[in-house]
């Protein structure tokens, strides 16, 4: 017997209605959303609160559009909306003389998290927002776009040059050694490949580098100066090798990682420190097998050309996402 389409769909309503009638607060509010409250604390870098500073928060709905709630911190740097949402909110943070700043609350990925009388618990769910102030962005060397360098040799230190962005001469047309690398592998290709390590060192005293996190919520990632008092490392050591259980293992830096290098540094007679350039390697230092070569590497440097300056707050910021379409908030 053939059904109407409105029986057809009476039916199915009646369905999904049975289905969740013994479903939990928690996966109705999956389903169907629940109400969250949602208090932003606008704070800078040195955690001062910011006020006056444009917050737009979107309650998603994982079926249908959500809803965007817009407003000002006030005072204290506070910023409070309530809406339905299904387990995913989005806050953004603009203020003149900031850089921008976006946060993905996931309600949904808490599995603790309960929700009680249609509430995302607890009633109240407060985040700090961190937005970095502009200082004085310069105009540092860098390629736009992460650049891959064909290593010819194995088990040979070879020197690469930061600011011309390739090897020394006479491997290429590098003029100062900023560090130098040695790519060892197994000498395999294609899919009997199982591992490479590539060793990095810096060949003048006080050269080195050190290893942070990318500050994946603001439009300015990395850090907008290098740390002069920071302990620099003289050598790096990285791997990356295919395990007895057939998975990879790596140590080498990931895509959330960035270096800060302090190279080219000048001694007096004594020996004391005079000063140096200093430079950055943003994220997911790669190497391995190529086609054409024994090895290759890649990465996305960005150099200081000033002797002495730390500053590497990048004019142009290349290298920051859109914010400005996340989670519908336009």
């Given at each position: 017997?053939?059904?109407?389409k409105?029986?057809?769909?009476?039916?199915?309503?009646?369905l999904?209605?049975?289905?969740?009638?013994?479903?939990?607060?928690?996966?109705?509010?999956?389903?169907?959303?629940?109400?969250?409250?949602i208090?932003?604390?606008?704070?800078?870098?040195?955690?001062?609160?910011?006020?006056?500073?444009?917050?737009?928060?979107?309650?998603?709905?994982?079926?249908?559009?959500?809803?965007?709630?817009?407003?000002?911190?006030?005072?204290l740097?506070?910023?409070?909306?309530?809406g339905?949402?299904?387990?995913?909110?989005?806050?953004?943070?603009t203020k003149?003389?900031?850089?921008?700043?976006?946060?993905?609350?996931?309600?949904?990925?808490?599995?603790?998290?309960?929700?009680?009388?249609?509430?995302?618990?607890?009633?109240?769910?407060?985040?700090?927002?961190?937005?970095?102030a502009?200082?004085?962005?310069?105009?540092?060397?860098?390629?736009?776009?992460?650049?891959?360098?064909?290593i010819?040799?194995?088990?040979?230190?070879?020197?690469?040059?930061?600011?011309?962005?390739?090897?020394?001469?006479?491997?290429?047309?590098?003029?100062?050694?900023?560090?130098?690398?040695?790519?060892?592998?197994?000498g395999?290709?294609?899919?009997?490949?199982t591992?490479?390590?590539?060793?990095?060192?810096?060949?003048?005293?006080?050269?080195?580098?050190?290893?942070?996190?990318?500050?994946?919520?603001?439009?300015?990632?990395?850090?907008?100066?290098?740390?002069?008092?920071?302990?620099?490392?003289?050598?790096?050591?990285?791997?990356?090798?295919?395990?007895?259980?057939?998975?990879?293992?790596?140590?080498?830096?990931?895509?959330?990682?960035?270096?800060?290098?302090?190279?080219?540094?000048?001694?007096?007679?004594?020996?004391?420190?005079?000063?140096?350039?200093?430079?950055?390697?943003?994220?997911?230092?790669?190497?391995?097998?190529?086609w054409?070569?024994?090895?290759?590497?890649?990465?996305r440097?960005?150099?200081?050309?000033?002797?002495?300056?730390?500053?590497?707050?990048?004019?142009?910021?290349?290298?920051?996402?859109?914010?400005?379409?996340?989670?519908?908030?336009k």
């Amino acid at each position: 017997m053939n059904l109407c389409k409105f029986c057809s769909l009476t039916m199915t309503i009646a369905l999904m209605t049975c289905s969740c009638a013994g479903a939990t607060p928690r996966e109705r509010a999956e389903l169907y959303g629940a109400r969250a409250e949602i208090l932003v604390h606008v704070i800078d870098d040195n955690g001062t609160t910011v006020s006056n500073a444009d917050v737009q928060i979107y309650f998603g709905m994982s079926v249908r559009e959500g809803k965007t709630a817009k407003g000002q911190s006030d005072t204290l740097g506070r910023f409070s909306a309530r809406g339905d949402t299904t387990g995913e909110v989005y806050v953004n943070v603009t203020k003149s003389g900031f850089y921008e700043s976006a946060e993905k609350i996931e309600l949904v990925a808490d599995k603790m998290r309960e929700v009680v009388h249609g509430r995302w618990m607890p009633k109240e769910i407060c985040t700090n927002i961190v937005i970095r102030a502009i200082g004085k962005p310069v105009e540092l060397i860098t390629s736009q776009f992460s650049k891959d360098y064909q290593i010819a040799e194995r088990g040979e230190w070879i020197g690469f040059d930061l600011e011309k962005m390739d090897w020394v001469n006479p491997k290429g047309r590098g003029r100062v050694v900023d560090f130098e690398v040695l790519y060892e592998s197994d000498g395999k290709r294609l899919f009997d490949f199982t591992g490479a390590k590539l060793h990095v060192r810096f060949v003048r005293p006080f050269d080195g580098a050190y290893r942070r996190r990318l500050n994946k919520i603001s439009k300015m990632q990395t850090d907008p100066a290098a740390d002069t008092n920071a302990v620099y490392a003289s050598e790096l050591n990285f791997y990356v090798e295919k395990a007895q259980n057939k998975t990879w293992l790596s140590n080498k830096l990931s895509k959330d990682e960035f270096l800060v290098l302090r190279t080219r540094s000048r001694i007096d007679e004594k020996g004391k420190f005079i000063g140096a350039h200093y430079s950055l390697i943003k994220g997911d230092w790669t190497f391995g097998w190529s086609w054409d070569s024994f090895g290759c590497m890649g990465f996305r440097s960005f150099f200081n050309p000033t002797f002495n300056d730390p500053n590497l707050e990048e004019m142009n910021i290349y290298n920051t996402p859109n914010f400005r379409t996340i989670g519908g908030v336009k």
